[in-house]
């Protein structure tokens, strides 16, 4: 059964924003009454980010469990997920980033990832969502000793987490590393079934020139979780191994220019076809969360709402039809 | 028991390539604004007399907007507001000789709802207090004359005339509102209760509802944080966006700080039989940096969440 997940990470424009426990509840309440039954949390870390990680759910709202009553509380069923970017680092250990092609860096992550797991585990959440390697600007060669050690991180990280219930899903953006060379086909073939799932974004494959639903077909037993958002445009002229392509390309819109790269489903712009997407993990008896979202949107609560309408008159329909 | 009857009066505000805009600044933003009303669940629809023309042109005629609402779940257009906030020598209801103007302007909005879902045409019965004051007995009179002159053209046409008081305007007060009831037709003059605009005015909106229950053709839900106690509302030229020291008067349902207690009005109008709509309304929640649609998302979520568990049955 897909349950239907939303992405908090849109109502946070900057560090000192979106701190207050009313902003969360606002926003917790607007995810739900748009008709979705969880929600999805980015990693973060200092004082600024309150949902950000364990240490600061506990300063917040005393415990794990104190944070899922507040979700409980906005009408919501569980925290689906947590994305988890294990370049960015933490200042509650200060640790730095921990990057999975770097043998050193293994244990960081998977003690990390653990972290997350456990408190995820708590709150009803069933996958952590990762950022498998680094951008393509930063890693433009990528060898098979360089996917073996990602892989091999990630299994050491699947491995550690099944025991607390939670799936691990790699998570595919039109900027990383493994868009060159074959990256994903590669990866994917060189991680542990059994441990290692992944994350179908749909706006990040429809950047890339990827289709999502090819991608579910061919691989449906690899699916652990949906990102689905819709895209604007393709990144067909390679920008995507420019220089801090995160802010020229993604955030700056490149050359063409690009204004916004991620839409809400289903509008006239987008070239997301998200009814072929759920039509998809339907055929293939998907069994877990899609979390739809609305990166870099204007105006977040018309986002969700939209995206609401976009769920409860086309996606919804089509799953209470299989 | 779960509400049937939602409905949403027409304030929004969206972000445009232009900058912010009324939905109405085209089309497409127009479908965007009632695509959110309907993923909330709103099935009743109010907007402004003066919007009329807007929709028409945006749709080709008003009722061609109301298919459009339909085929967005509504169940066409409910309601419909006027107002005359300013007095002037045309209209001013407490002066005599603009009543035939009034009643003028009444008959093109009739005719301009004509075979529509409309059930309600809400007023706001005065000018704004300053113009009007000193308010008296004859004040009050001379207005009820023109509320049941237009009310008995309205209702064969099947539209219920109601009177939606602002704690600025110049029927204010218990004693007011009880001295133009008194003067006016219940069965043609209704009372529409803003919860927010009474609480303001320090008048209890429960109490008003439970005494004028029989004539009540409506709500605004929605709340504020303060009671004018300091008579902001004779504030000249305006006390509802200009009062010194409240730059925001209104506020969505559910805000904590909120000074109505939607629970118990529920209960009590579970209680009444009352099967009217209840609208919500959100004036200027792009104060201080609020925005409409998360306000309405959020009054939404209170009306499904702590509204919807609200039983009758009240001591």
């Known amino acids: 059964m897909i349950r239907w997940s939303y992405a908090i990470n849109q109502w946070k424009p900057s560090f000192d924003d979106f701190t207050r426990r009313r902003d969360h509840e606002r926003a917790l309440r607007v995810i739900s009454i748009s008709g979705f039954t969880g929600v999805e949390l980015t990693t973060g870390t200092g004082r600024w980010e309150p949902l950000g990680n364990p240490d600061q759910l506990a300063a917040n709202f005393g415990s794990a469990a104190g944070f899922a009553d507040f979700v409980h509380d906005a009408a919501l069923e569980a925290v689906s997920s947590w994305f988890f970017d294990p370049l960015l680092g933490f200042r509650e250990d200060l640790s730095g980033p921990a990057d999975p092609a770097d043998p050193a860096a293994h244990d960081s992550v998977v003690s990390h990832a653990t972290w997350f797991a456990e408190a995820l ?79 179908v974004d749909t706006g990040e494959f429809a950047a890339a020139g990827l289709d999502p639903v090819a991608f579910i077909e061919a691989h449906p ?33 490149g050359e063409k220019p690009v204004p916004r790269w991620f839409l809400e489903l289903g509008v006239a712009a987008g070239i997301v076809d998200a009814e072929a997407v759920v039509r998809a993990l339907v055929s293939h008896g998907y069994d877990g969360w899609v979390t739809v979202e609305s990166d870099l949107s204007p105006h977040p609560p018309t986002s969700a709402m939209l995206n609401g309408w976009y769920l409860q008159h086309v996606l919804q329909p089509i799953t209470a039809a299989s | 028991m779960t509400w049937k009857r939602w409905s949403y009066m027409d304030h929004w505000i969206t972000g445009t390539p232009q900058g912010p805009r009324q939905p109405t600044f085209n089309r497409n933003h127009t479908e965007r604004y009632l695509r959110q009303l309907e993923t909330l669940g709103f099935t009743g629809f109010d907007t402004f007399g003066f919007t009329l023309p807007i929709y028409a042109s945006l749709y080709g005629s008003v009722p061609a907007f109301e298919r459009a609402l339909q085929d967005h779940g509504f169940v066409g257009l409910t309601g419909v507001f006027a107002a005359y906030p300013y007095a002037t020598d045309f209209a001013a209801p407490h002066r005599r000789e603009t009543h035939d103007r009034i009643f003028a302007d009444f008959e093109r909005t009739a005719a301009a709802v004509d075979g529509l879902a409309v059930e309600n045409v809400i007023v706001m ?84 509802f439970r005494r004028y229950r029989d004539r009540c053709r409506g709500f605004h839900f929605k709340d504020t944080q303060r009671v004018d106690d300091f008579d902001a509302y004779r504030t000249a030229p305006d006390a509802e966006l200009m009062a010194t ?59 499904d969440n702590v509204l919807d568990s609200v039983r009758g049955g009240a001591a």
Not at chain 2, 279 to 286: F, I, R, S
């Open chain 2, 125 to 208: 019965p005065t000018n704004t207090y300053f113009q009007v004051e000193p308010v008296t007995d004859e004040t009050i009179k001379i207005t009820a004359e023109l509320w049941n002159r237009v009310g008995a053209m309205l209702a064969p046409r099947g539209l219920n005339l109601t009177c939606h008081f602002e704690f600025w305007g110049a029927i204010r007060t218990e004693d007011e509102l009880a001295l133009f009831f008194e003067h006016t037709d219940p069965e043609l003059v209704g009372f529409f209760c803003d919860t927010a605009q009474h609480t303001i005015a320090g008048v209890d909106p429960l109490a008003l």
């Open chain 2, 245 to 303: 020291g409240v730059p925001r008067w209104f506020y969505e349902m559910g805000t904590p700080e909120g000074l109505v207690d939607f629970p118990a009005l529920m209960r009590e109008i579970l209680d009444s039989g009352f099967d009217g709509w209840l609208t919500v309304e959100h004036d200027k929640a792009d104060l201080g940096g609020g925005n409409f649609a998360e306000a309405t998302a959020v009054a939404k979520w209170y009306i």
């Open chain 1, 121 to 199: 585990a708590e709150l009803g959440g069933e996958v952590l969502v990762v950022r498998p390697t680094a951008s393509a600007w930063q890693r433009p060669e990528l060898d098979d000793a360089v996917i073996d050690t990602i892989a091999a991180c990630w299994n050491d990280v699947g491995r550690a987490i099944a025991p607390l219930g939670i799936r691990l899903a790699l998570h595919f953006d039109f900027l990383s590393a493994l868009r060159s060379h074959d990256g994903l086909e590669r990866l994917l073939a060189a991680t542990d079934p059994a441990l290692v799932g992944f994350s």
């Open chain 1, 221 to 253: 037993d690899r699916v652990a979780h949906v990102q689905l958002k819709n895209a604007a445009a393709v990144d067909d002229d390679d920008e995507y191994l420019r220089r801090n392509a995160e802010h020229h390309v993604k955030k700056g819109g």
